[in-house]
């Protein structure tokens, strides 16, 4: 028996075995035969049958048996994980099967521990997102594209890191991140102050969440995150005009609560704007998108805050956080009474 914790054991806790034949080439018998235990709706485990073919790809790539895949996630997909699934019957006509293998290598990344995105080499197609300035442990970050311009325009100005995801960031994009940093010699138990552009609803938040999770996972912890898209950023007309209403289905429910619990600890003074009863006395959530608050007021905001943080030793960065915390306190009491 494989030592528990071992990458052997990992590795057969998650199904993955040794190969001497190239899985991805082999007949549908065959494909059958091996990864059918715990199939469900197909001839053959998915999760399974993905998760052996990309250790497989990663072993003949450690053995100098293949040269580093320089290409896309998705050219994989086409390459190597559709045209076995077609060829074993379990390619599907309404489940996003690319969003699984996606999954599926996150789940080896992050939790089984057994894989780096670097060891196989996967050309990361966002990469032209992101960048690390001299000033690399302040990261001003987006949840959209849209906002990609503004981002360089700030990177250029004052030489500090950014990073656009394009929706939910991407496992892979941070990995490349940090190695950037790690080449640069950035250490990565400094500080980190890391300037976010998200949507301010529960799916925003997520985003942002994931991000942080992803630094974390890769070795930066300690981490302060200074939020540009709040409703104090507007006027209170500002506010109700530009809101939107938050879906309350099923899926969102605990989601939205969550959200709610994070935003009243902001003390927000406009987010009583935000709220409102419903004629059943349900409580309806509104939330802002990030293109609601203007580039001028972002700047205002990072010329305020992030200005005195630019070119700051670790010590001077510690006597700067005991200040801002000291008058954020002062701010949260004023509002409480007031």
């Known amino acids: 028996m494989p030592k528990p914790g071992s990458l052997r054991a990992r590795l057969r806790k998650a199904g993955i075995r040794p190969y001497t034949t190239l899985i991805h080439d082999q007949p549908k018998e065959w494909l059958i035969k091996n990864f059918k235990q715990r199939a469900d709706e197909y001839p053959v485990n998915v999760?399974?049958?993905?998760?052996?073919?990309?250790?497989?790809?990663?072993?003949?790539?450690?053995?100098?048996?293949?040269?580093?895949?320089?290409?896309?996630?998705r050219t994989f997909w086409y390459s190597y994980i559709k045209p076995t699934l077609s060829r074993a019957g379990a390619l599907a006509k309404q489940t996003d099967q690319y969003d699984q293998?996606?999954?599926?290598?996150?789940?080896?990344?992050?939790?089984?521990?057994?894989?780096?995105?670097?060891?196989?080499?996967?050309?990361?197609?966002?990469?032209?997102?992101?960048?690390v300035g001299g000033n690399a442990n302040i990261i001003l970050f987006s949840e959209k594209t849209g906002h990609q311009e503004f981002l360089t325009d700030i990177a250029k100005k004052y030489s500090v890191s950014i990073l656009a995801f394009g929706g939910q960031p991407s496992v892979l994009n941070t990995e490349y991140f940090v190695d950037e940093l790690k080449k640069q010699k950035v250490n990565l138990q400094r500080s980190f102050y890391l300037f976010s552009i998200v949507d301010y609803d529960p799916s925003g938040w997520i985003a942002r969440d994931a991000f942080l999770d992803n630094l974390n996972f890769y070795g930066i912890s300690t981490t302060r995150v200074i939020d540009l898209v709040h409703p104090d950023?507007?006027?209170?007309?500002?506010?109700?005009?530009?809101?939107?209403?938050?879906?309350?289905?099923?899926?969102?429910?605990?989601?939205?609560?969550?959200?709610?619990?994070?935003?009243?600890?902001?003390?927000?003074?406009?987010?009583?704007?935000?709220?409102?009863?419903?004629?059943?006395?349900?409580?309806?959530?509104?939330?802002?998108?990030?293109?609601?608050?203007?580039?001028?007021?972002?700047?205002?905001?990072l010329e305020k805050e992030m200005l005195p943080l630019l070119g700051k030793s670790e010590e001077l960065l510690k006597r700067y956080e005991l200040k801002e915390l000291d008058t954020a306190i002062k701010d949260l009491i004023i509002h409480k009474v007031t």
């Open 101 to 131: 293998l996606i999954e599926q290598i996150v789940h080896m990344v992050k939790t089984l521990k057994v894989l780096r995105y670097k060891d196989i080499g996967f050309r990361d197609d966002k990469a032209g997102q992101r960048t």
């Open 47 to 73: 999760a399974l049958l993905m998760r052996n073919i990309v250790w497989q790809m990663r072993e003949r790539i450690a053995k100098g048996e293949k040269p580093p895949y320089r290409e896309l996630l």
């Open 233 to 301: 950023m507007l006027t209170p007309q500002e506010t109700k005009i530009s809101r939107y209403l938050i879906p309350a289905n099923e899926s969102m429910r605990v989601k939205n609560a969550n959200w709610l619990k994070q935003v009243h600890k902001r003390g927000y003074k406009n987010q009583t704007y935000l709220e409102e009863r419903n004629r059943k006395g349900e409580r309806v959530l509104h939330g802002l998108e990030a293109e609601s608050i203007s580039i001028r007021r972002f700047t205002e905001r």
